[in-house]
């Protein structure tokens, strides 16, 4: 796949306040790349250099090679965007702020009518097409705003935390659009803080703190970067023994370990691992009531990364 | 151009929408506008004073005076006793109560003409009108003096007080010779039957009764170029007024809704798209100087249609509206460029338009005002916008006397889109 967007060491300082501070990563054709990390990480600063808002200090943003200076307008209309804040007139109905948003990317006439009734229709929204955004949900405004920047079929879409104040069924209906984006060979740069959404859209992940990229990969080498990649939970009849401790602390494939009164959480190199430590726990006269695995997750990623969790 | 026209069309559907800004802008200046055209001489009572008369004195004199006042055209008399009028004048509804004390008249008789202690008039009045209380002493020293001397020169009352002085002179009492020359010509002219009087009087014109009379008359002539009938109408300067002032709110609220934008990412949402800061800076102008041309042109037509007031150029009206609505456009937009917040915004700009409208002299004419700050408001813009509207309506002027006014109207707005575009550039999110 060829190389849609470069960023390169992209600095920015507010005052004295360094915001971004040496961002570099990479966005492949039809590739969906999040961009992960706390609330005040610099994910929003990105995006707004991304998308011509913002001169970068220092840096270079490129747009398949051409550069992405703030104002260019022939990059601007190959890029999507959906700010986190809802961008839409309340009191204009969902077709005419459809109808504006098209407008400024050129668009007019019967070529923009029938944008409008595609992206409507991709968003599950032509039968409010006449109603005001003023009487949505949060669910179906986000979806209109997801509409807006689609109008122009860009080559890139830019989401920056999409789902914020969504409930679960409407978040639900935006992953069916934003998967039906990608089927379609869409690039995506997917901004939250929320890691199950990034895991489950994301084919390459960028985790940011405090301006600086710690991490660029895709999933599945983020959690071989984690010395425990599942965790057995076990819930014993009695708590064990330290001496038990001790020798499960040994035992092949454990890599970590704390007890919670009768409680074991056992980090292991890989799931596989669990039912060998299960047969060990029995036969070492201890009385297993319950036991469940889990993948390690991005949040377990980012904590080992930085320490802290991705809500701190 | 594609993105200029939605992004004007916008402002317009949004605008129209609100029907809370609609009457705010549009119902409001004009209730207040016909509130205050009323007020300062625009209903039947034009420049009529309301005054309370007493009439203590039951003599035909008396009455006389007193029916003399009621018949001024000036004057709204209502004749109540002494307390009600004190408590009338008291309450505001009186101007002032004029007290004729009892024997009035034949002391005011004896006094014209011998050193007898001169009668006196009570006046009550409203401390809040002292103007009005110097108006009324003239119209009273008016009907006082021709009654009275018609009196003194042929009535009966004026006969008696005439032998009665020639008695007190020929007594000694009064020692004054001339005096008693002219006592008694007053009483040979007294003599006269009143036919010849008439007679001499109808040679040189119009007969007149006898005793002192204004020894002029006016022709008061409102210096306007209205038609001779129309002349001022008061409501045309209160339309202006209120015109201008409601007009620069949606100005001034336009800008806090940039503000707001601003804050609320919709504005970054909109630079986002390929258009550039001026494009939606000039959009955002565009429609604000419809809305505010509209306004204007509405709220005027109001004016004509319902309080009779003339537009004696049209070119020139509409010229001034659509030069007044460039300069709301850009004061919204100075507001949006330097505001830091709506909330914040709200009161700093109020306080601006308020100064702005009461020295551009929406709210009374700019000539109250004294030389110094007269001459001062020239730097403000509405004074501009209000003199005008003034030339095209009630002073009848033509398009040339609106030009200044539409020069000087443009100059400001272009100043102050110049800084707000300025200032954006600055600090574009």
Redo the contacts between chains.
């Keep these: 796949m060829s190389v849609l967007l470069s960023v390169t060491n992209l600095v920015k300082s507010y005052g004295t306040r360094r915001a971004v501070d040496g961002v570099s990563f990479r966005v492949l054709a039809g590739q969906t790349v999040g961009l992960l990390g706390p609330n005040g990480a610099g994910k929003s600063t990105v995006v707004a250099m991304l998308c011509g808002l913002l001169r970068p200090d220092a840096g270079e943003i490129l747009l398949d090679g051409q550069p992405v200076a703030a104002g260019a307008a022939a990059v601007k209309r190959r890029i999507g965007m959906v700010p986190q804040d809802l961008a839409l007139y309340e009191d204009l109905s969902a077709r005419d702020n459809l109808r504006l948003f098209g407008a400024l990317y050129g668009l007019k006439g019967g070529p923009l009518a029938a944008r409008i009734e595609h992206v409507l229709g991709l968003v599950n929204l032509q039968d409010r097409a006449r109603d005001k955004p003023a009487t949505f949900s949060g669910g179906m405004k986000r979806r209109l705003n997801i509409a807006a920047a689609l109008l122009h079929e860009p080559d890139l879409l830019i989401l920056d935390e999409p789902t914020v104040g969504v409930d679960p069924q409407s978040r639900n209906a935006i992953f069916d659009t934003l998967e039906a984006l990608q089927a379609q060979g869409r690039a995506l740069i997917y901004t939250s803080h929320y890691m199950e959404e990034v895991e489950r859209l994301a084919d390459h992940i960028v985790i940011i703190d405090h301006g600086k990229v710690l991490a660029d990969d895709t999933p599945a080498a983020l959690h071989r970067r984690l010395p425990a990649r599942a965790v057995l939970r076990v819930d014993l009849a009695e708590p064990a023994a330290e001496g038990v401790l001790a020798a499960l602390r040994a035992h092949a494939g454990v890599t970590a370990l704390a007890q919670d009164n009768a409680t074991l959480d056992i980090g292991l190199v890989d799931n596989a691992d669990a039912v060998p430590v299960l047969g060990w726990l029995q036969q070492n006269g201890q009385r297993p009531l319950h036991f469940s695995t889990a993948r390690a997750s991005l949040e377990d990623i980012f904590l080992n990364l930085t320490g802290r969790t991705l809500r701190d | 151009m594609?993105?200029f026209?939605?992004?004007v069309?916008?402002d317009l559907?949004?605008y129209v929408?609100?029907r809370r800004a609609l009457l705010m802008h549009l119902v409001l200046p004009i209730v207040i506008a016909a509130f205050f055209g009323s007020v300062f001489g625009g209903s039947a009572k034009n420049g009529v004073i309301d005054v309370a008369l007493v009439q203590q004195d039951a003599s035909e004199v008396g009455r006389r005076i007193g029916a003399g006042l009621q018949a001024d055209p000036n004057l709204h008399v209502t004749v109540m006793d002494r307390a009600q009028a004190a408590q009338a004048v008291r309450k505001g509804s009186q101007a002032v109560a004029v007290v004729l004390p009892a024997g009035f008249a034949e002391a005011a008789g004896s006094a014209m003409f011998t050193p007898a202690p001169k009668p006196v008039i009570e006046l009550l009045y409203d401390p809040s009108q002292t103007a009005v209380l110097a108006m009324v002493k003239g119209m009273l020293t008016q009907q006082v003096m021709s009654v009275v001397s018609a009196e003194m020169f042929g009535g009966p009352m004026g006969r008696k007080l005439t032998e009665r002085s020639l008695q007190q002179v020929d007594a000694g009492t009064i020692a004054d010779p001339a005096l008693r020359d002219m006592l008694a010509a007053v009483r040979t002219y007294q003599a006269q039957p009143q036919q010849q009087t008439q007679q001499i009087s109808a040679n040189g014109g119009e007969a007149a009764p006898r005793g002192l009379s204004m020894p002029f008359t006016t022709r008061d002539q409102g210096l306007s170029n209205a038609p001779a009938l129309q002349g001022y109408n008061p409501y045309a300067h209160a339309f202006s007024g209120m015109g201008v002032q409601f007009i620069l709110f949606m100005g001034m609220n336009m800008g806090i809704a940039m503000l707001a934008a601003r804050r609320?990412?919709?504005w970054?949402?909109?630079?986002?798209?390929?258009?550039?800061?001026a494009l939606v800076v000039l959009a955002r102008a565009v429609s604000a100087t419809i809305i505010a041309f509209c306004l204007l042109c509405i709220v005027f037509a109001v004016a004509v249609l319902a309080f009779g007031v003339t537009v004696s150029s049209v070119p020139g009206f509409l010229g001034i509206a659509l030069c007044f609505g460039a300069l709301t456009a850009g004061f919204g937009l100075l507001v949006a460029a330097f505001g830091k917040t709506p909330e914040a915004a709200r009161g700093i700009a109020m306080f601006a338009t308020l100064i702005m409208v009461m020295l551009g002299g929406a709210w009374v004419p700019t000539f109250v005002f004294p030389a110094w700050v007269q001459q001062a408001t020239m730097i403000v813009p509405t004074r501009w916008a209000i003199t005008g509207l003034d030339a095209v309506t009630w002073r009848g002027l033509g398009l040339p006397a609106a030009m200044p006014a539409m020069a000087a109207l443009l100059g400001f707005a272009a100043l102050f889109m110049a800084l707000a575009i300025w200032r954006f550039q600055k600090a574009?999110?």
């Excluded at chain 2, 970054?268 to 800061?277: F, G, K, Q």
């Design positions: 594609n993105a026209f939605a992004l069309r916008k559907i949004l929408a609100d609320d990412g919709i970054n949402r909109l630079l986002a798209a390929p258009v550039s800061l574009p999110a």
